[in-house]
């Protein structure tokens, strides 16, 4: 699923002032969750359940409401800006932390500014720092078209945090049809010979896993990775992985998780929690990605197909923009994988 950050600025139809008398924002209320599951489907044309929302927003264990704010005009909902809530460290500094996502405008009401006027309350009100569980920093990965709205707004870019892709179909990553009798035929060619140069890289890896045994899991134990976390907690920015996160990121219902558990002897040595065969949850050293063939999407050849991942930050209620010691616009300060996005 493509990262509804990203599309942002289409979604909401640009950031262009319109007439504020027309239209009122506000926070969602208990009654909000049909409608907005109604808008949702109608721009992405994606199912929005009862359960994939109370999941996403209102079960959410990290915050005391629903972070949404809403756009109305007529006493009906036409746009949505919600947040996803996460619980945010750097070695023993704990915050709280949201990433804008599933942004949403009526078609009919685009162009009226609402994207902007959204975000501006939503900083307005969770500036104000008048509870105990107010947001320190957003953040998110907007694409090219949404980034300069958020930079206009305060956010400030931290840099690249590439996602890592192998290949199995070299014309599917170019987009190349296969319908016909030349593609099928370039499929037939290409496809073993992705296959053989992987299989090469692979036998050339440097980890031994000789005296490693791994268990394969239809579930995620929430209790053993918070141990294995525990014994090792990293002291850049990362998403706080106790028990309880684990228990709730990966009740995503929308996805079906596998946890592959590596141990020597009786010692848990490692993790990876794997998403509809789409990406792994683990921090993978680059050195092992690159050893069994994944290529980042911000080096070539994949830069020139996709747009690198990037990271922008905004400091919430304060001019601190810092967690601990570490730089919140400095992108060596950040350990990121796929738990800390929105959609996985």
């Not at 920093?137 to 892709?165: A, D, H, K």
């Not at 268990?215 to 929430?222: F, K, L, N, Q, Y």
């Not at 706080?240 to 009740?251: I, K, L």
């Amino acid at each position: 699923m493509a990262s509804r950050s990203g599309q942002d600025e289409a979604a909401a139809g640009g950031a262009r002032a319109g007439s504020d008398d027309e239209y009122r924002i506000r926070r969602f209320e208990p009654g909000d969750r049909g409608e907005f599951c109604s808008l949702y489907e109608s721009v992405f044309d994606d199912a929005a359940t009862t359960e994939w929302f109370d999941w996403k927003y209102a079960e959410n264990p990290f915050v005391d409401h629903v972070p949404i704010f809403l756009a109305e005009r007529d006493d009906r909902i036409v746009g949505a800006r919600p947040f996803f809530a996460l619980g945010t460290c750097a070695g023993d500094r704990d915050v709280l932390a949201l990433q804008p996502g599933d942004t949403m405008v009526h078609p009919e009401h685009r162009r009226q500014g609402l994207f902007s006027r959204m975000t501006e309350r939503a900083i307005d009100v969770y500036g104000d720092h008048n509870g105990d569980h107010e947001p320190a920093f957003f953040f998110n990965f907007p694409n090219g078209q949404s980034r300069p709205g958020y930079l206009s707004m305060g956010w400030r870019l931290v840099g690249e945090t590439p996602i890592y892709y192998r290949i199995q179909n070299p014309l599917g990553m170019c987009g190349l049809p296969i319908d016909n009798r030349v593609g099928a035929t370039l499929q037939r060619l290409t496809r073993p010979v992705a296959a053989g140069i992987l299989d090469t890289v692979e036998r050339f890896a440097s980890v031994s896993t000789a005296d490693v045994a791994v268990e394969r899991r239809s579930d995620v134990p929430g209790s053993a990775l918070a141990a294995l976390y525990r014994a090792d907690v990293p002291d850049r920015v990362h998403a706080r992985r106790d028990e309880r996160f684990y228990r709730w990121r990966f009740a995503n219902p929308r996805w079906t998780y596998t946890t592959y558990l590596a141990r020597r002897g009786n010692d848990l040595l490692g993790s990876v929690v794997v998403g509809d065969c789409q990406g792994p949850e683990g921090s993978i050293r680059f050195d092992v990605l690159t050893g069994y063939g994944f290529l980042s999407d911000g080096s070539f050849p994949l830069s020139r197909f996709c747009e690198a991942t990037t990271l922008v930050v905004r400091s919430v209620g304060t001019d601190e923009w810092t967690l601990g010691e570490r730089d919140l616009t400095d992108a060596d300060d950040w350990l990121l994988s796929f738990v800390e996005r929105d959609t996985a």
